[in-house]
């Protein structure tokens, strides 16, 4: 009898501790932001608002909602730096407007950190 008490101590004893191992502990912090959201506003303003708007709204038929966009919210940040480098041209299938999205939004003066900086100006308009 005294083995049994002993066997079922210890196993409520292992099933608490891997519930508090699996439990919700602490919140997660927010990721780090990949550049300067300040500085990437800028940048967009002079190189993407052409075709997605003051607001990043998209303009019709130029370039889509960034706001809103389920592609830009499902990427990683650095994998959205790499799409800024390559763009994607019109006659990629997954561009649905049919105008070519140039290498850097056709300004090849901007660096990877400048993209970067966008990258986290986008993160604060996503909702």
Not at 45 to 72: I, N, Q, R, Y
Request: some cysteine; hydrophobic content about 45%; glycine content about 12%.
């Amino acid at each position: 009898m005294k083995t049994r008490a002993l066997t079922v101590s210890v196993v409520f004893i292992i099933g608490a501790l891997v519930m508090a191992a699996c439990g919700p502990g602490a919140p997660a912090a927010p990721p780090t932001p990949i550049g300067d959201a300040a500085a990437g506003q800028t940048k967009f303003a002079g190189t993407c608002t052409s075709c997605h708007g003051p607001e990043a709204k998209g303009m019709p038929g130029l370039g889509k909602d960034l706001t809103t966009s389920e592609f830009v919210a499902s990427q990683a940040d650095l994998d959205l730096v790499a799409f800024l480098l390559q763009g994607r041209p019109a006659s990629d299938p997954a561009n649905t407007v049919g105008v070519d999205m140039p290498p850097k939004g056709g300004n090849p003066a901007l660096a990877e950190k400048d993209l970067k900086d966008i990258v986290a100006f986008l993160r604060t308009l996503q909702k």
